[in-house]
């Protein structure tokens, strides 16, 4: 299906080798993939730079009008992108899965092909003007994971085109066929060399890191492990890389005594839930005061009973598999941690395959595994606390801090609270619910610089003050 040559600085290039692609619902081949060598990669990195020029001097109003092109490409394509989406990531086409990743993807493009670049005036008087103009940097790099491998790539690609960069992109090697499609796409209608795509399977040749070392490469946008981050920080430091890195998360949320079991329990898991718990900014531990602890997690149980899991092509499926099976195999390690020490409320056993049914137990505290590592799957860890200071000092003790939430029926006590919390975006009554007009990043070790909105377009551009 996809084991032609690929387009590489808008032509067609063949590669030796390829390496398989399989659905992780059934087991069966999807496709296999063009492998590509430091030689595939240097050469897209010299189709970007020479395409840098002409795409950085092209009209702003051209270049935004051909990121509106994008977004409507993505809404033309969209049964087939969601489709080829689910059989490589996993996630049902339903519920928050495929066709809400192909909608999100396309929202946050039309989004961003309407931000501005403006000029600003720092001084305009006697003495001088003086402006901060905004400047492309050259090739952008991007790194994007697995669990959402369409709509990450298009929060790479879209700001770096838009604010007039070139881009190579490296999709996992776990989801690279719906990256490869979109390329194809958006190719018909960007000019030869502006967006490039390199696929490996990261064993003979690690893609990442010779993207990170490249001379060639301005800046990297990377998703992914803070393990990786930092790797991807350290190999970018010789070349002075501009670098935005979202990394991994543990995020807490803390519901407050005078919260409604029944009435959050829906948004508590869902928050903890969407893509099957294969979310960076998904809440992976959950605080609850002694007094509602129980009815809290009867509500979440019951909720969390009715939701179907199976193959993503299934229609009636809302969450599907583990998407390969490294995550798993630790998923299913923390998990039995988890069991020797606390209460199996849901769950807590492997299915065939990669499925994992959606798990909650109670009975856990900081220093449990399940607790303190980032599970990245369909386990939730409800832990009971007594003191609010100390559930807060509990939640903000790890070293990541990507999102949290703050659970209450009193809004102002809420918003005191998340203010408290050490993490790039706090949420109250809900949890990772991002959008296109809202910066988002991570503190401590969970990331550097922000994406989204005006902020995270800036980060695309270099700044120059002309002085006259």
Same mark, same amino acid.
């Given at each position: 299906?996809?084991?032609?040559?690929?387009?590489?600085?808008?032509?067609?290039?063949?590669?030796?080798?390829?390496?398989?692609?399989?659905?992780?619902?059934?087991?069966?081949?999807?496709?296999?993939?063009?492998?590509?060598?430091?030689?595939?990669?240097?050469?897209?990195?010299?189709?970007?730079?020479?395409?840098?020029?002409?795409?950085?001097?092209?009209?702003?109003?051209?270049?935004?009008?051909?990121?509106?092109?994008?977004?409507?490409?993505?809404?033309?394509?969209?049964?087939?992108?969601?489709?080829?989406?689910?059989?490589?990531?996993?996630?049902?086409?339903?519920?928050?899965?495929?066709?809400?990743?192909?909608?999100?993807?396309?929202?946050?493009?039309?989004?961003?092909?309407?931000?501005?670049?403006?000029?600003?005036?720092?001084?305009?008087?006697?003495?001088?003007?003086?402006?901060?103009?905004?400047?492309?940097?050259?090739?952008?790099?991007?790194?994007?994971?697995?669990?959402?491998?369409?709509?990450?790539?298009?929060?790479?690609?879209?700001?770096?085109?838009?604010?007039?960069?070139?881009?190579?992109?490296?999709?996992?090697?776990?989801?690279?066929?719906?990256?490869?499609?979109?390329?194809?796409?958006?190719?018909?209608?960007?000019?030869?060399?502006?967006?490039?795509?390199?696929?490996?399977?990261?064993?003979?040749?690690?893609?990442?890191?010779?993207?990170?070392?490249?001379?060639?490469?301005?800046?990297?946008?990377?998703?992914?492990?803070?393990?990786?981050?930092?790797?991807?920080?350290?190999?970018?430091?010789?070349?002075?890389?501009?670098?935005?890195?979202?990394?991994?998360?543990?995020?807490?949320?803390?519901?407050?005594?005078? *919260?409604?079991?029944? =009435?959050? !329990?829906?948004?508590?898991?869902? $928050?903890?839930? &969407?893509?099957?718990?294969?979310?960076? #900014? /998904?809440?992976?531990?959950?605080?609850?005061?002694?007094?509602?602890?129980?009815?809290?997690?009867?509500?979440?149980?019951?909720?969390?009973?009715?939701?179907?899991?199976?193959?993503?092509?299934?229609?009636?499926?809302?969450?599907?598999?583990?998407?390969?099976?490294?995550?798993?195999?630790?998923?299913?390690?923390?998990?039995?941690?988890?069991?020797?020490?606390?209460?199996?409320?849901?769950?807590?056993?492997?299915?065939?395959?990669?499925?994992?049914?959606?798990?909650?137990?109670?009975?856990?505290?900081?220093?449990?595994?399940?607790?303190?590592?980032?599970?990245?799957?369909?386990?939730?860890?409800?832990?009971?606390?007594?003191?609010?200071?100390? *559930?807060?000092?509990? =939640?903000? !003790?790890?070293?990541?801090?990507? $999102?949290?939430? &703050?659970?209450?029926?009193?809004?102002? #006590? /809420?918003?005191?609270?998340?203010?408290?919390?050490?993490?790039?975006?706090?949420?109250?009554?809900?949890?990772?619910?991002?959008?296109?007009?809202?910066?988002?990043?991570?503190?401590?070790?969970?990331?550097?610089?922000?994406?989204?909105?005006?902020?995270?377009?800036?980060?695309?551009?270099?700044?120059?003050?002309?002085?006259?």
């Amino acid at each position: 299906m996809l084991d032609k040559p690929r387009i590489n600085g808008g032509d067609p290039t063949a590669t030796v080798d390829s390496f398989a692609v399989y659905n992780p619902s059934t087991g069966a081949l999807v496709a296999n993939v063009p492998n590509a060598t430091e030689e595939t990669l240097n050469a897209a990195v010299a189709a970007a730079r020479a395409a840098f020029p002409a795409w950085a001097a092209t009209p702003d109003g051209k270049r935004q009008e051909i990121c509106r092109k994008i977004a409507s490409i993505l809404g033309d394509n969209a049964e087939e992108l969601a489709h080829l989406l689910t059989q490589e990531q996993g996630k049902p086409l339903n519920g928050l899965g495929s066709r809400w990743e192909v909608g999100g993807a396309q929202a946050w493009a039309s989004h961003t092909a309407e931000l501005a670049i403006p000029s600003k005036v720092l001084q305009d008087d006697e003495n001088g003007l003086i402006t901060l103009e905004r400047k492309p940097l050259g090739v952008v790099g991007s790194i994007t994971p697995w669990n959402f491998p369409l709509m990450i790539a298009i929060w790479h690609i879209v700001p770096a085109l838009r604010t007039g960069n070139t881009v190579v992109i490296k999709p996992s090697p776990n989801t690279p066929l719906t990256t490869l499609r979109m390329v194809e796409l958006l190719n018909e209608v960007l000019p030869a060399g502006v967006l490039n795509i390199v696929t490996g399977d990261d064993k003979a040749v690690n893609l990442g890191a010779l993207m990170s070392a490249h001379p060639d490469i301005r800046k990297i946008i990377f998703t992914g492990s803070c393990a990786t981050g930092q790797k991807v920080m350290e190999s970018a430091a010789a070349t002075m890389k501009r670098l935005t890195l979202e990394m991994g998360g543990n995020d807490a949320g803390i519901v407050l005594p005078d *919260a409604d079991p029944a =009435a959050i !329990a829906e948004g508590l898991f869902w $928050g903890a839930f &969407i893509n099957n718990g294969q979310t960076c #900014a /998904a809440m992976k531990r959950l605080y609850v005061h002694d007094s509602i602890h129980d009815a809290v997690c009867d509500a979440l149980v019951a909720y969390a009973r009715n939701i179907p899991v199976g193959d993503g092509l299934d229609e009636n499926s809302i969450l599907g598999p583990v998407q390969n099976r490294m995550q798993f195999e630790k998923l299913k390690r923390l998990v039995q941690s988890a069991r020797q020490k606390g209460n199996v409320l849901l769950g807590g056993e492997p299915g065939e395959g990669l499925f994992f049914p959606p798990t909650i137990i109670s009975g856990l505290e900081n220093g449990d595994p399940l607790v303190d590592e980032e599970q990245f799957g369909p386990a939730l860890p409800v832990i009971r606390y007594t003191d609010v200071e100390q *559930a807060l000092a509990d =939640a903000n !003790a790890l070293e990541t801090g990507l $999102g949290g939430s &703050i659970w209450s029926s009193d809004i102002k #006590a /809420a918003r005191a609270m998340a203010a408290r919390m050490e993490c790039g975006s706090v949420w109250i009554n809900k949890h990772g619910a991002i959008q296109p007009n809202a910066p988002f990043g991570g503190v401590k070790q969970s990331g550097l610089g922000v994406e989204f909105s005006e902020e995270g377009l800036f980060e695309y551009t270099d700044i120059q003050v002309v002085f006259s």
